[in-house]
């Protein structure tokens, strides 16, 4: 389906900065493919640095940039994409840590600080290395369609691939983060429990409090009591996601529907009938 390519300058084995060896072939003796995706990787600065002062390498992506069907980058790849003169009054993304750098260098491109991939035309950028795991199962759907991208993520064991809208900042991590250990752990059951209509009572055991303890504790930490905290809903959210080609503000609005269909007594026939006609 896809043949992978390695090209530095000059080829031959390439130490990586971790230390492992890569096999890989001279701009030189590489000419890409009219169909074919070419990507500009990350790194750490002064290797970054490094490959956009060589001109030799800046050459070649310009003219493969001009002839095959997408390019883009990984992470800080798009400051070569950037010295290559590719990214000009495009949309692009990279790492949060460096969108300013990369906005004041390139002052006509338009950085996206939020988005964890951003496609403008035949120009894919990703804003680090595992959204770019999302943003190639993106490029198998455009060129396969969703069941191929589908069967792909499941040997990835992706867990759900993720739109490239969606922000770089988790609220999932967040929660973590501003919580206690004891908190935290409860977030990782809640996700790995989304099949189930958990309660607060539910949550309470898991934590080891008693029920009064826990709301008075959850909302001191977590803000929202936890009768409404987003993960109760979502279990909908789950079932949706498995389907694989609804994007998370669909799911979302997907939610708020159901949520007022409840609220206002609807049928479950009725409710149904908003599944059939959502899909």
């Given at each position: 389906m896809y043949e992978a390519v390695t090209v530095p300058p000059d080829g031959g084995l390439v130490r990586s900065w971790c230390g492992f060896e890569v096999n890989t072939a001279s701009c030189a003796v590489v000419t890409p493919a009219m169909h074919g995706t070419v990507l500009a990787v990350g790194g750490v600065?002064?290797?970054?640095?490094?490959?956009?002062?060589?001109?030799?390498?800046?050459?070649?992506?310009?003219?493969?940039?001009?002839?095959?069907?997408?390019?883009?980058?990984?992470?800080?790849?798009?400051?070569?994409?950037?010295?290559?003169?590719?990214?000009?009054?495009?949309?692009?993304?990279?790492?949060?840590?460096?969108?300013?750098?990369?906005?004041?260098?390139?002052?006509?491109?338009?950085?996206?600080?939020?988005?964890?991939?951003?496609?403008?035309?035949?120009?894919?950028?990703?804003?680090?290395?595992?959204?770019?795991?999302?943003?190639a199962l993106a490029m198998v759907e455009e060129d396969h369609g969703p069941d191929i991208k589908a069967r792909v993520a499941k040997v990835l064991v992706v867990y759900a691939p993720r739109p490239g809208n969606q922000s770089q900042f988790s609220d999932v991590l967040s929660a973590q983060m501003v919580s206690a250990r004891r908190f935290s752990d409860l977030v990782d059951w809640v996700l790995s429990n989304l099949n189930r209509q958990l309660r607060v009572e539910d949550l309470a055991i898991q934590a080891g409090m008693s029920e009064r303890t826990f709301v008075r504790k959850f909302r001191a930490r977590m803000a929202p009591p936890p009768d409404v905290v987003w993960l109760f809903r979502q279990p909908i959210l789950a079932e949706w996601r498995d389907r694989g080609n609804v994007e998370l503000n669909e799911l979302i609005a997907h939610v708020v529907i159901h949520e007022f269909a409840h609220h206002f007594g609807w049928a479950d026939e009725e409710i149904a009938a908003i599944d059939q006609w959502w899909v």
């Open positions: 600065e002064d290797v970054i640095a490094a490959a956009c002062g060589n001109e030799v390498l800046m050459s070649w992506l310009r003219k493969a940039s001009e002839s095959v069907a997408r390019v883009g980058s990984v992470c800080t790849g798009a400051f070569l994409l950037g010295s290559a003169g590719i990214i000009g009054k495009k949309r692009v993304a990279t790492h949060c840590m460096a969108v300013d750098v990369l906005a004041d260098l390139y002052e006509d491109a338009e950085v996206d600080s939020g988005s964890i991939y951003v496609n403008d035309g035949n120009l894919w950028t990703s804003a680090g290395v595992t959204s770019g795991i999302d943003m």
